[in-house]
């Protein structure tokens, strides 16, 4: 039976660009889609698939905090995340290799509220760095 306490909550977790911890991002969604190729074999009722290209792709979003991403630019980083929770088995630690944005946010503000920015991104590999293993 699934032990409740051992359900990992989001509000652990972190994001490092570069090494540096974001204080600021409180959402990260990243994730890996693969082109299948579908193949028709003879003598087979069924068609098949052989893989084909990965595509990563993700969203970081948060506070407005400094101008880092408008100096950034389009230059390539590396991405950390990091998943954690006291009661958890253990932390996950997903390294996204070559993240580039697909836009960058120059202005985006209301009187009154506090400045959100979001940026989505690309993302050329992924290394599974410490994963989460139960006991």
């Known amino acids: 039976m699934l032990d409740a306490s051992r359900v990992i909550m989001g509000t652990y977790g972190q994001a490092y ?15 890996v889609e693969i082109e299948k190729k579908e193949l028709n074999l003879v003598g087979r009722d069924w068609k098949v698939h052989k893989n084909g290209a990965k595509k990563g792709s993700g969203t970081m ?21 990091k998943l954690d929770d006291p009661e958890s088995f253990g932390h996950e630690r997903v390294r996204l290799i070559n993240c580039m944005p697909d836009k960058i946010q120059l202005a985006n503000w209301t ?9 989505t991104f690309t993302f050329e590999g992924y290394e599974l760095v410490d994963p989460i293993v139960s006991n």
């Open 17 to 31: 660009i570069d090494g540096v911890w974001q204080t600021h991002i409180n959402k990260l969604e990243a994730s």
């Open 61 to 81: 979003s948060g506070y407005k905090v400094t101008s880092d991403m408008i100096q950034r630019g389009f230059t390539k980083f590396d991405i950390i995340s």
């Open 111 to 119: 009187a009154g509220e506090e400045v959100q920015e979001e940026t």
